[in-house]
């Protein structure tokens, strides 16, 4: 069994610790800033053992060389970006076996945010840094609608127990752009009722389960006719299939 532990970074970016229950091993993803999670392994007293890396903007990347220079650990990142500090370059195909105390992570090519995004999967955990985010998807920095479109479509084929853990705590501002999408979503609504209450409390939102985002998220419901209908009236134009629809939608979220 896995336990994550939740480290915000920066402004609003999380970074996370998979513990295995019953040892003080633990596996950082994507850690921006070396501060906090090294405040965190000593306060819990907990051994790092491996790094997780998505992609290669500093902000998921920059503490790696702090991290890694009194330890020999693995860093584990995309195969197809050029990340400082990486010693086993992973693509979609690859299966990464850690340590006994471990399940297997299931490597999963997840392009658009950048052109070689990937994602990890273990125990019905994806940690997806900047692909899918609560309630929305990541910006395209480097990539293209279509890969992000076809990473996200792949994603919400995974089951709806699925835990989300993304890197940003974007939740409200995402739905606030999903009720201009999808106003009369009930689902949407109350969610969006209930982010705002825990955000007010300063509590996370993050991680969220894919149900949530299958009921909710717009990006995951491009083939809808009530979506296609916004996207169109926003983006003033007939759009063809869900991919149309998805990039016009991406591009309405980026001036929202």
Known sequence: MLNVHRIPA??????????????????????GDATPVLKTLKAKDLDLIAILITHHHADHTAGIVEL????????????NENINGVTHPQTGRDTIAIDPAFPEF???????????HISYLAEGKLF????????????????????LHSSLSHLATLP??????????????????????????????????????????????????????LDTNPFLRCELD????????????????????????????DVF
């Open 10 to 31: 920066f402004e609003d970016n999380y970074i996370w610790l998979i513990q295995a229950q019953g040892t003080n091993k633990v596996i950082a993803v994507d850690p």
């Open 106 to 116: 299931t490597v999963l090519n997840t392009p658009g945010h950048t052109p070689g």
């Open 226 to 253: 009530s979506i296609k209908k916004a996207t169109e009236s926003f983006s003033g134009r007939p759009l063809a299939d869900s991919q149309a629809v998805f990039t016009a939608l991406r591009a309405w979220k």
């Open 68 to 79: 890694t220079k009194d330890v020999a650990i693995p860093v584990y990142g995309p195969a």
């Open 160 to 213: 709806a127990t699925t835990k989300i853990y993304c890197a940003h705590e974007y939740t409200l501002a995402n739905l606030r752009f999903a009720k201009a999408v999808e106003p009369d979503n009930a689902l949407l609504i109350q969610r969006f009722e209930q982010t705002k209450k825990a955000r007010q409390q300063q509590q996370a939102t993050v991680p969220s389960l894919m149900q949530d985002e």
């Open 128 to 147: 997806c840094g900047d692909t899918l985010f609560a309630a929305g998807s990541g910006r395209l920095l480097g990539g293209t609608a279509e890969q």
